[in-house]
């Protein structure tokens, strides 16, 4: 953008971005920039000072922490005291009432709205046990992972940083992958669905990604949640500035708003080649995606059967805009 305003002007734009995922985003950005000679202002911005920074994955990390527990006397030696054990009691006690609240959550009528504990927990109900899903819902993650419970190791796959965006391609790979090896396994066929924010969608030439799907015919379920733009920021600068204009500003004024909010159904449809937008037919029956919006629990109830039938079973593509009410 910054690059287009220049040229034009002549006049260099100020863009403000994240260090490390935002700065790696920029670099063909600043490539073409630097050859064009275009003037461009950026500030590369981080909060986050740490002590340290290591990089493990949780697993090995959670089993060298409780190796190094178990052999060492003075700590083993230690937990047999009984107020740990009278801990254990509380914590096992918490557990319950925290997953009791989670089940209480959803509200599941068929006029109820599409809150996230709703489209979780219609997704946990309505999708095979075998389901692998790509996340990429950053606010609403949370709420969607405690709904859905997984506890099959490798059925909830998420990215390793903060960096949005990559979900769309992830899914494809996740899709090939398991059906290379589950090559040898003629009756199962997982299904792949990927569960993303709006922008986080967007912000990733999703167009390019499902039209690679289509092309290759890479069955996979994408369940895109329109909450109205970025709620992100809106919460990141909540926690630094508690206080402040930013507590009533709304979405627009802070210009995270996604109002008018894209047609997704559509751009599923289209990026795979179909006659949406070219022919006045609503009839897509033939084409190998199809998108679909749903803004209350029965519709999507509705739009999952068929999503089923089309992707796990049928093996073809399905994009489902969920209207996600607070
Ligand atoms: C590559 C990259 N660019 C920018 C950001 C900064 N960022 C973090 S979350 C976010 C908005 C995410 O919006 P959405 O996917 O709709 O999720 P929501 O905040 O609505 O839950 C942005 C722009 C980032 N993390 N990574
Ligand atoms: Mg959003």
Redesign the pocket.
Same mark, same amino acid.
Not at 136 to 140: C, D, F, I, P, S
Not at 162 to 165: V, W
Not at 196 to 201: I, K, L, T
């Given at each position: 953008m910054a690059d287009g305003y220049a040229r034009v002007t002549g006049r260099p734009q100020a863009i403000l971005v994240?260090v490390d995922? +935002?700065t790696q985003?920029l670099g063909q950005g600043i490539h073409n920039a630097s050859v064009g000679r275009v003037l461009i202002f950026i500030f590369a911005v981080s909060f986050f000072p740490a002590h340290g920074r290591w990089k493990v994955d949780s697993y090995t990390a959670v089993t060298q922490l409780v190796d190094y527990i178990k052999s060492d006397v003075s700590i083993t030696t230690s937990l047999k005291d009984p107020k740990y054990e009278a801990r254990g009691v509380v914590r096992a006690a918490v557990h319950k009432a925290r997953v009791e609240k989670i089940v209480s959550q959803p509200r599941l009528d068929d006029g109820d709205g599409l809150d996230i504990h709703n489209v979780g927990s219609l997704l946990k109900t309505s999708v095979a046990d075998s389901t692998t899903f790509v996340v %990429?819902?950053? @606010? $609403?993650a949370k709420e969607l992972y405690n709904q859905l419970q997984r506890d099959r190791p490798g059925s909830w796959i998420n990215c390793g940083g @903060? %960096?949005?965006?990559w979900s769309n391609g992830a899914m494809l790979g996740v899709k090939m992958a398991l059906a290379d090896l589950e090559r040898d396994e003629p009756h199962r066929s997982s299904l792949v669905c990927q569960v993303? %924010?709006?922008? +986080?969608?967007m +912000?990733a030439a999703p167009s390019s990604a499902l039209w690679v799907a289509s092309k290759y015919e890479i069955p996979v379920l994408t369940i895109v $949640?329109n909450?109205g %733009?970025?709620?992100?920021?809106q919460n990141s600068t909540q926690l630094v500035y508690p206080h402040d204009l930013n507590t009533n500003a709304s979405d627009d004024e802070i210009n995270t708003s996604f109002h008018p909010t894209p047609n997704y159904a559509a751009l599923e449809e289209a990026a795979a080649g179909s006659n949406v937008g070219w022919k006045n037919t609503l009839d897509n029956s033939g084409t190998w995606v199809k998108g679909l919006r749903v803004g209350a629990v029965g519709e999507f109830r509705e739009a999952l059967q068929p999503a089923n039938l089309r992707v796990a079973q049928e093996g073809k593509g399905m994009l489902i805009e969920v209207e996600v009410t607070k």
């Open positions: 994240h995922v +935002s985003a %990429g819902a950053v @606010t $609403l @903060t %960096g949005i965006g993303v %924010g709006d922008e +986080s969608f +912000s $949640l909450n %733009g970025w709620k992100a920021p």
